[in-house]
Structure formats: C-alpha cells, structure tokens
C-alpha cells in the first residue's frame, strides 16, 4: 500500500501556524487520498536535540497527540504514534549516518540556524538530526511527505540519501516527494511578519495557541503588527502584515483574498481584526472542546497503542531487510 508520512516536534504548545500549515492539510489529505495508509508521528527524539525540561516534554508529547486527534485526524485512518517507542528510528539513522557526508549535513540551513542561537555546547544530535528525519520516512516508504517550506530542504537531502542507498544497495527505498500546501504553506510572526510563526520563538505575542482562551485570542490579533497604510491589501511582498492575517482569514473562512478586499473595502483594520478573532475563535473552540475530553482518557492510550504497535511492525521489517542488504548480521 502507498503511505504518506509526517512528524511534528513537541517543543511547545501547537499554535495555529502549524495547524493552519501542516495539521489542517493533514486531516483534508486522509479524506482526499483514500488509497493511501498515513502516519503520524510525535517526533519526540527529534525534540531532544536541543537541552530539553523532563516535565515539559513528557507533557507536551501527549497534549500534542490529543490535539491532533481533535483537530479531525481520524484514528481510524492515521497510525498516530511517539517516535521514541518505534526503535528501529534511531537503529535506522545510524545507518544512514554511515551512508551521509558531513558537508551535505553542514550545509542544512536549520542546523546552522539553530546551532548559531544555542548558548551551550551544539550536540551531534542536532548535526545528524537530518538523518533521523530520513531514517523517519525511509522505513515507512513513504511516497508523499506533507511538511512546511521550512522542511523542504530536509526532505531534498533524504531524496538524495535514498538515491544513494538504492544505488549502492539495489532499490531498497522509496524516493520520497514533498507535498508542501500552497496558501498557508508558511504563516508569519504576529509581531515580526518577516520571520515564520514558531512554536519557539521567545516572545509569545508572536504567536496564538491552538489551546489560547478565547480573550488572549483576540487581544493577539488585535495586536498584531501591521503597517500605516490602513487598508484591507493583499501584498505579502511589500506589506507582509496584513497579508499574513489576510492568509489566516482566507483559510479558515473559506474565502479568496479577492473577496475579502471586496468585503472590507473603505473600513479599517479594526473591523478587519474584529472579524479575524471572532473567526479564529470559532475555528478553535470546538478544537478545545475535543481535546478536554481527550487528554486524561484511555481513549488517547489505545489510540496511541494501536498506532505504536503499527509502526513497530513496518518499520521492523524494513530495518532487517537494510540490514541484511548491508552484509549486518547473521544471514537466515
Ligand atoms: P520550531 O520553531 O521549534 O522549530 P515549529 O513551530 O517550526 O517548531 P515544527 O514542529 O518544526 O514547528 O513543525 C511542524 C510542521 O508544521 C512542519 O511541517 C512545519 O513546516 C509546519 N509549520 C510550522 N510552523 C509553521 C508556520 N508558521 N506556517 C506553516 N507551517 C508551519
Ligand atoms: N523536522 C520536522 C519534523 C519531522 C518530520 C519527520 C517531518 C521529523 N521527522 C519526518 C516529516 C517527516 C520539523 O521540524 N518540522
């Protein structure tokens, strides 16, 4: 069967730039593409790369599985599963360790990013960090990776792994394309349109939580920076701003750029953001609602066991066959 595949760190609470970029698009594709089996993942190794606080992370892990399942994805559907329970991940990325160049991986624009801002010590973790993600998609033979424009460039250096190997090792993995959305694939800062809204950023105006009360909601939209020209433009080159809560309504209300310049034609960006955090809030309340009854129950366990148990065996056997194509092992 065909798969598609994707992770999410849990490094912080989901907020609606991944929801509108990646969770969202998610929970359409398990209805658009019946023939293929999905999954997702907590990419809980991944979060470690960075020095990480035990309670928070434990915490984080589950409040992301429980969301994402309240935001629509259907467990019936979507294997949902925690990375470090599936050990063939970490087995899987040392081979591909053996298999990768140092100056490809020095290369990432992520590591240099992240390795930059990091006060203490860079662990090797966040060097060959690029390696688990590969090693994520390769053991599933995932055909179609759905991520942000921020992952494209991880996923180009998987493909060329890939093409590596089953050169080397007679077709062994699938060549994985990205499946990257087009409105939304990148939704900005509230308060410095420039940069991506992040679940890391230091300054939490920046951003709204998918599990925000509804008063911080719109006191956020309400604060978001704009410009002083006061009119409802889409324009992301020139005014990145506004266009970047034009893309926010756009959406979640269903509606064209053209129609909401129409709409908000000769009113300001008062009624505009109004508007905007009435529709955010109503996006997400139902969301909340799902995740309460979710986060304490069994129903999240059996959820997550039976996405476990899933992996395991799909993932086992693609290791033990690399395996042996290598010459690891004893033969049977
Ligand atoms: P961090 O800032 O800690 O690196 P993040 O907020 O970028 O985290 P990830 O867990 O790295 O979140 O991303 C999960 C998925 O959501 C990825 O496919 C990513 O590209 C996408 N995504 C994250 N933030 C946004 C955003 N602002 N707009 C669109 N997609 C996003
Ligand atoms: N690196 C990704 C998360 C991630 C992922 C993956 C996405 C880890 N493994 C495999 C897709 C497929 C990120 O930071 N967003």
Known sequence: MKRILSGIQPTGS???GTYLGS????????DEMPDYEFFIFIADLHAITVPKDKQKLR????????LYIACGLDPERVNLFIQSEVPAHAQMSYLLQCNSYIGELE????YKDKSRKQETGVTVGLFTYPTLMAADILLYDAEYVPVGQDQKQHLELTRDIAQRVNNKYNDIFTVPKPLIAEVGAKI???????????????NVKSRINLL?????????????????????????????GISNLMTIY??????SFDEIEEKYEGKGYKEFKDDLGEIVYQELKPIQERYNELINSKELDEILDKGQERA??????????????????RKR
Do not use: C, W
């Not at 290369?107 to 992520?110: G, K």
């Open 188 to 202: 900005q800062s509230l308060k410095d349109p420039t940069k991506k809204m992040s679940k890391s950023d230091d």
């Open 312 to 329: 395991f065996k799909v993932s086992q056997k693609k290791l033990y066959k690399f395996m042996h194509r290598i010459g690891l092992g």
């Open 59 to 66: 915490k984080l892990i589950k409040e992301l599985a429980a």
């Open 14 to 16: 989901l907020n609606i």
């Open 107 to 110: 290369r990432m624009t992520q």
């Open 212 to 240: 925000d009360p509804e008063n911080i909601i719109k006191k956020r939209i309400r604060s978001a920076v704009t410009d002083s020209l006061g009119t409802i433009k889409y324009d992301p080159e020139k005014r990145e």
């Open 250 to 255: 756009s959406i979640i209300a269903g509606v």
């Open 23 to 30: 969770v969202k698009n998610f929970v359409k594709l398990q």
